[in-house]
Each structure stands twice: as C-alpha cells, then as structure tokens.
C-alpha cells in the first residue's frame, strides 16, 4: 500500500475535532472543581462535604485523563505531519509505519475518552444522590453517608 500525503491529512481534520472537543472538557471539569472548591472552603466540616470530596477526586482523575487524552491527540497530529514529511522524502515504509502509529494513538485518545465519559456518568450520579427519594435508589454517598453518621454516633 503506498501512501499519499492525503492520506494523512485525512487526520487533521479528526485530530482537530477531538482536540477541541477535550479542551472543552477540560475547560467545564476544571470549572467545576473550581466552584467545588469554594463550596468546600466555606464549611470545611460540612457533612455535606462528603459528595464534595469524592465529586473534586472523580473531576481530578478525569482532568488527568483528559490530560491524556490530549497529548495522545496531539502526538498523532505531530506524527500525521512527520509521515507526511517522509511521503515527501519519499521513505513510504517508514510513514507507513509512522502513519500506523498515528491512527493507533488517535484510537487509544478515543478510548480514553470513552472511559472519561463513564466516569462523568458517575459523577452526574453522585450530583443527584439527594434527589434517590425521587429516584428511587439510594447511591454509593448516602450509603456511605449513612456509614458515618452511624461511626459519628458511636463516638459520642
């Protein structure tokens, strides 16, 4: 199979899109934990600073694989332009190993983002937790919410 430099190109667009769809996620995750924060430091011995805590190390996980999930987008987009500068050179067994390389690490930041994505999915549950009267389930925080309350009680 030979290579041409359309082929490549043909990442540029893609990268491009992934790329700026992460630095929004980022940008909206780093928000939140902004705005978390300050809820926390204005009681910091809230109970309610539970769901805070594990909402802030959720949104600290994802931002690092967001983080991830952009160097991975952005190391296929260097690649798609050093196999275009070997299509040029004409070293095609080596951009075609490089391209290789660039589809693989554009893959693996796709996959990365769909394991954020459960993960936001998660969160998005923990944020509704005080609404499982409504819901009908009750979530991981008011169980463990209920956990401390009780230790709280054997303490006294």
């Known amino acids: 199979m030979e290579l041409t ?12 899109l992934l790329l700026l769809g992460f630095t ?18 204005v009681d910091p011995k809230s109970m309610n600073n ?9 949104l600290q996980f994802r931002v690092l694989l967001i983080r ?12 798609s332009i050093l196999c275009m500068i070997f ?13 290789g390389i660039a589809l693989f690490l554009q893959a693996g930041a796709l996959a990365i983002s769909v394991f954020e994505i459960t993960i936001s999915i998660e969160a998005l549950k923990i944020e509704l937790s005080d609404m499982e009267h409504v819901l009908g389930q ?16 054997k303490k006294r």
């Open 87 to 99: 299509i040029y050179l004409e070293y095609q067994i080596a951009a075609g190993w490089i391209f």
């Open 5 to 16: 430099l359309s082929t490549p190109a043909l990442l540029f667009s893609t990268a491009s």
């Open 138 to 153: 009750q979530s991981t925080v008011r169980r463990l919410r209920d956990v401390l309350r009780w230790i709280n009680r």
């Open 68 to 79: 991830n999930m952009q160097f991975l987008g952005v190391s296929s987009l260097f690649l």
């Open 24 to 41: 929004n996620r980022f940008t909206a995750t780093a928000k939140v934990i902004r705005d978390l924060h300050a809820e926390y430091r």
């Open 50 to 58: 539970i769901i805070l805590i594990e909402q802030i190390r959720s």
